[in-house]
């Protein structure tokens, strides 16, 4: 039986209306498919989870890498703990100086806890597959904390400034309840800030699943967007470095006003005692932000995808790891708190 034309249109018009036709695909049907998600906007599909590239090695070589990642890990957890321990357990480290030192500790413990297990894990089983909520709260944390640093790092130099420049209002100005609510303040502004980017960053839809880095950061990320991000970045560099160069500048500013008074004093032991009390923090903030600025405000085109990995060494993992040596080795208060520890618990092994 032959169909009339009018009928074939007629069969054609309800076949359209069934199907919706995008060139050059397939057909796509209008009912969704697929779970809630992450929508890939080119293939129409819906990212559940990403994949952490990593470091690339092989053989000998992966088990080397992760061997010593593993021993600066786990020494980093030992040297930082060791830190607050000895801050609670020693009277003679009682000042506002240490009690920020400690709560530094503290925030390294979580800083380099957020990301190492995921680069050993990379680095144990190459291509680490990684749920998008895992990654998102990753990326979240690990700013959070970055951020917190940030602040950290000025409320110390603050710290410096009133102990060498105002000696003799020192304990009135930083009392234990000014100490408590500028480390308070410290997390709320850190955990506020890392907001902005992180969201925008959860916002994007993303065209494909291999991050190129060792956890979820925001530029590995950015570079699978299926749009453009270009004004994300923007932002992101408006945000992160704003606070970045507001704290360096306080930093700057107050180490300025450190350097002058430094410099009436009268003997040359006092002068140098004051040096040594701040470049352990002059250190600890060159490393942070140096490699923080590179990373987060420099042009990131210009740069090699691997080379963010590399610098994100630096400030994720090196300076938590080099913190507990550069705050305890040079610092003699330090030395005599150990040994003062030490003989009590000698004391207490060997009993009446």
């Known amino acids: 039986m032959k169909l009339l034309p009018t009928e074939i249109k007629r069969i054609m018009r309800r076949r359209k209306d069934m199907t919706q036709w995008s060139p050059g695909l397939t057909p796509v049907t209008t009912f969704p498919t697929h779970p809630p998600g992450i929508m890939d906007h080119v293939n129409h599909t819906w990212i ?12 000998t070589l992966r088990l080397l ?8 890990y786990l020494l980093t957890l030992a040297g930082n703990l060791f830190i607050i321990v000895l801050v609670q357990a020693d009277s003679g480290l009682s000042t506002p100086m240490y009690f920020f030192i400690s709560v530094l500790s503290f925030l390294e413990l979580w800083y380099v806890s957020t990301t190492v297990p995921t680069l050993l894990h990379t680095l144990l089983h ?20 970055g951020m917190t640093e940030c602040y950290l790092l000025g409320v110390m130099a603050l710290d410096r400034y009133f102990a060498i420049c105002h000696p003799l209002h020192y304990h009135a100005l930083v009392s234990r ?48 967007a299926c749009v453009d991000t270009s004004w994300c970045a923007q932002v992101h560099i408006v945000v992160i470095g704003m606070i970045n160069a507001c704290n360096l500048v306080l930093i700057l500013g107050l180490y300025g006003g450190i350097l002058r008074a430094v410099l009436k004093l ?15 923090h002059i250190t600890v903030v060159t ?3 140096g490699s923080a600025f590179i990373v987060y405000v420099g042009p ?4 090699p995808e691997g080379t963010d990995k590399l610098i994100a060494l630096v400030y994720s993992f090196l300076t938590p790891f ?28 060997k009993g009446p």
């Open 287 to 289: 490393l942070f932000f």
């Open 177 to 224: 309840k000014v100490q408590l609510w500028l480390a308070g303040t410290t997390w709320m502004a850190g955990f506020s800030a890392a907001l902005v980017p992180a969201s925008l960053t959860v916002t994007l839809p993303f065209c494909s699943k291999e991050v190129a880095h060792y956890f979820c950061d925001l530029a590995p990320l950015m570079r699978l």
């Open 300 to 303: 990131a085109g210009s740069r």
């Open 126 to 145: 190459g291509h680490s597959p990684i749920s998008s909520a895992v990654c998102f709260i990753q990326l979240y944390v690990f700013h959070s904390l």
């Open 48 to 59: 559940q989870s990403f994949i952490l590239v990593g470091f690339t090695a092989t053989g």
């Open 266 to 280: 009268p003997s040359a032991a006092s002068r140098a005692k004051a040096f040594s009390t701040c470049s352990s």
């Open 65 to 72: 890498a992760f061997s010593g990642t593993l021993c600066i």
């Open 322 to 349: 080099l913190n507990p040596i550069i705050y305890t080795l040079p610092n003699k208060e330090v030395r005599e708190a150990v040994r003062r520890v030490s003989q009590r618990i000698r004391a207490m092994l």
